[in-house]
T-cell receptor
Framework: ETGVTQTPRHLVMGMTNKKSLKCEQHLGHNAMYWYKQSAKKPLELMFVYNFKEQTENNSVPSRFSPECPNSSHLFLHLHTLQPEDSALYLC?????????????FGPGTRLLVL | GQNIDQPTEMTATEGAIVQINCTYQTSGFNGLFWYQQHAGEAPTFLSYNVLDGLEEKGRFSSFLSRSKGYSYLLLKELQMKDSASYLCAVVDSNYQLIWGAGTKLIIKP
């Protein structure tokens, strides 16, 4: 049990749908992250929130919209996605957002865009 | 550019020893992580090296040479449950994590 949960675990959506991914951490951490993981590719950092403020947006298309209402919850709102957005979306948290901190990951949401 | 190289896939036998290499070219260095990720599961922390040398943790050890831009993860007495992907990640000069693509380790009986 990692202390980071993600829902849903699997999601299939059409290109015109709107859906949201949810992440919750029970570790008392102040930093939360969204990553995209595609087969045989390095993890791609999408967004970072530190103390509820967005501190990183790695040129992510606007069809991905993050929301962090508090330090324990993180959402990724999806709309008008493309088939190439199909991937595993991982949420992670760390104590204070420092690069040398261990990150604790959730199990991910496997997304398929048709 | 920044780059992390790991073998894509390795196969080893139960009970044996395997070494997974990671070489990096990054703008600065502030540490190197190894994570384990079983299929369909979350990556979990294995080790963190910031100084040269070998750090041992049970059946797993991690080695770092900063001058060579090189690390390896050594797994001893392999068990079937060690079948997983192993991710190498380097903390660069801006304290950003640079990830490798991971090495899929297959353990055969």
């Amino acid at each position: 049990e990692t202390g980071v949960t993600q829902t849903p675990r699997h999601l299939v959506m059409g290109m015109t749908n709107k859906k949201s991914l949810k992440c919750e951490q029970h570790l008392g951490h102040n930093a939360m992250y969204w990553y995209k993981q595609s087969a045989k590719k390095p993890l791609e950092l999408m967004f970072v929130y530190n103390f509820k403020e967005q501190t990183e947006n790695n040129s992510v298309p606007s069809r991905f919209s993050p929301e962090c209402p508090n330090s324990s919850h993180l959402f990724l709102h999806l709309h008008t996605l493309q088939p190439e957005d199909s991937a595993l979306y991982l949420c992670a948290s760390s104590p204070n957002g420092g690069g040398q901190e261990t990150q604790y990951f959730g199990p991910g949401t496997r997304l398929l865009v048709l | 550019g920044q780059n992390i190289d790991q073998p894509t896939e390795m196969t080893a036998t139960e009970g044996a020893i395997v070494q997974i290499n990671c070489t990096y070219q990054t703008s600065g260095f502030n540490g190197l992580f190894w994570y384990q990720q079983h299929a369909g599961e979350a990556p979990t922390f294995l080790s963190y090296n910031v100084l040269d040398g070998l750090e041992e943790k049970g059946r797993f050890s991690s080695f770092l040479s900063r001058s060579k831009g090189y690390s390896y993860l050594l797994l001893k007495e392999l068990q079937m449950k060690d079948s997983a992907s192993y991710l190498c990640a380097v903390v660069d000069s801006n304290y950003q994590l640079i990830w490798g693509a991971g090495t899929k380790l297959i353990i055969k009986p």
